[in-house]
Structures are given as structure tokens and as C-alpha cells.
T-cell receptor, first 115, second 107 residues
Framework: DGGITQSPKYLFRKEGQNVTLSCEQN?????MYWYRQDPGQGLRLIYY???????QKGDIAEGYSVSREKKESFPLTVTSAQKNPTAFYLC??????????????FGPGTRLTVL | GIQVEQSPPDLILQEGANSTLRCNFS?????LQWFHQNPWGQLINLFY???GTKQNGRLSATTVATERYSLLYISSSQTTDSGVYFC?????????FGKGTTLSVSS
């Protein structure tokens, strides 16, 4: 099956810990994205990557880090510097980032709770 | 930056009713998408519609780019239509989301 997978589905973290959320796609898409969703809100962009070994900050990058060593994978690390990390995290991918006809497709999400 | 406003914020319908969801945006865009987020959180692509009209089964969408709004029509609603509907626009490099319309369809 082609698509985007995220793991784990649920994640619990103690304050002061770093955690890494996994995102993998087998759609052969160049661009990948991480969004954060808070209750009753729309999605906000954390980081995006247009190609391997390149990534750019989105609107709310503080306290997060990413890597893009492989085309298929774009893991997100939520560091202890992120002051309010409890949220629903969604990964997306698209064929190209810059073109106007770019359509993004989303994974099932990871729900992170800080205890 | 560009602002995206969706209305109404909440909508409650009986099964079989029709509805119209609206998305207003504050500047010219070159990309507009509608998504449905189901109760489990999965975002499902409904339409890519920067202008014009498209239909897919009971759903249709119209974007009037010159007047900076888009409409999503749901006809003969079903309980499986429940969830949150998001409009997202792209003016440069980033996709900007509205806050969504939460639809509840009861049988």
C-alpha cells in the first residue's frame, strides 16, 4: 500500500525528556512536512523539507528539530525546550514543494501527551 | 501573512440535510485545498480547487478566486460525514489552514 505512516500512534513523555516521532512515506514524494494541531485549532507548520539533507523552519519551530537523511523518512524530535508539547502531530508529504499545484497528503498522526 | 477564516465554526444536521461551508481568505492564492478530518484524526483530501467548480459524489466545491472565497457543499449528509472540515491555502511556500468547521450529523 502506498501512503504515509506515523509511529507511535500515542506517546507519553515525562517533562524534560526528548522524544522522536517517526514519519515514513513510500509515495516517492520530494517534500515532507510536520504540523502541530491543538484542540479546536487548525494545523500549524513546524518544519518542512523540500529535498534530502535540506529542511526549513515553519511558523512554530522553536523546541523542535528534524532530519532528512533519506527521501522516505522525516523524523521530528520534540525537545525539552518545547514548553507546551502536548498536541496532535501530523506529518504530510507532497510531490514537489514549490509548484502551485502541489497537493499535500497526510499521515494518521501521533498524539503526544506530557505527564 | 494571509488569513483564512471558515464559517460556521460548528454545524449540527439531521441525516439527509444539505449544508454549505465557507472559506474566506485575505489575499490571492495559487492553491486551495479542502480536507475532512475524521473523528480519529486522519485528514482526508477532498478537493484541490484554486478556482472553478468540482464535484465528487455528494460533495462539491466552488472557488471564486477574484472574490477570495471558497464554498464546500455537502448534499444528503450522512453520519459518516461528521468531523472537521478544513480549508487550506497556499500563497507562497506554506499551506495555511483555517480553524475548521465541525460538522455533526445525527441519524
Amino acid at each position: 500500500d502506498g501512503g504515509i505512516t506515523q509511529s507511535p500512534k500515542y506517546l507519553f513523555r515525562k517533562e524534560g525528556q526528548n522524544v522522536t516521532l517517526s514519519c515514513e512515506q513510500n509515495l516517492n514524494h520530494d517534500a515532507m512536512y510536520w504540523y502541530r494541531q491543538d484542540p479546536g485549532q487548525g494545523l500549524r507548520l513546524i518544519y518542512y523539507s523540500q529535498i534530502v539533507n535540506d529542511f526549513q523552519k515553519g511558523d512554530i519551530a522553536e523546541g523542535y528539530s528534524v532530519s532528512r537523511e533519506k527521501k522516505e523518512s522525516f523524523p521530528l524530535t520534540v525537545t525539552s525546550a518545547q514548553k507546551n508539547p502536548t498536541a496532535f502531530y501530523l506529518c504530510a508529504s507532497s510531490k514537489r514543494h514549490q509548484t502551485s499545484t502541489d497537493t499535500q497528503y497526510f499521515g494518521p498522526g501521533t498524539r503526544l501527551t506530557v505527564l | 501573512g494571509i488569513q483564512v477564516e471558515q464559517s460556521p465554526p460548528d454545524l449540527i444536521l439531521q441525516e439527509g440535510a444539505n449544508s454549505t461551508l465557507r472559506c474566506n481568505f485575505s489575499d490571492s492564492v495559487n492553491n486551495l485545498q479542502w480536507f475532512h478530518q475524521n473523528p480519529w484524526g486522519q485528514l482526508i483530501n477532498l478537493f484541490y480547487i484554486p478556482s472553478g467548480t468540482k464535484q465528487n459524489g455528494r460533495l462539491s466545491a466552488t472557488t471564486v478566486a477574484t472574490e477570495r472565497y471558497s464554498l464546500l457543499y455537502i448534499s444528503s449528509s450522512q453520519t459518516t460525514d461528521s468531523g472537521v472540515y478544513f480549508c487550506a491555502v497556499k500563497a507562497g511556500t506554506a499551506l495555511i489552514f483555517g480553524k475548521g468547521t465541525t460538522l455533526s450529523v445525527s441519524s
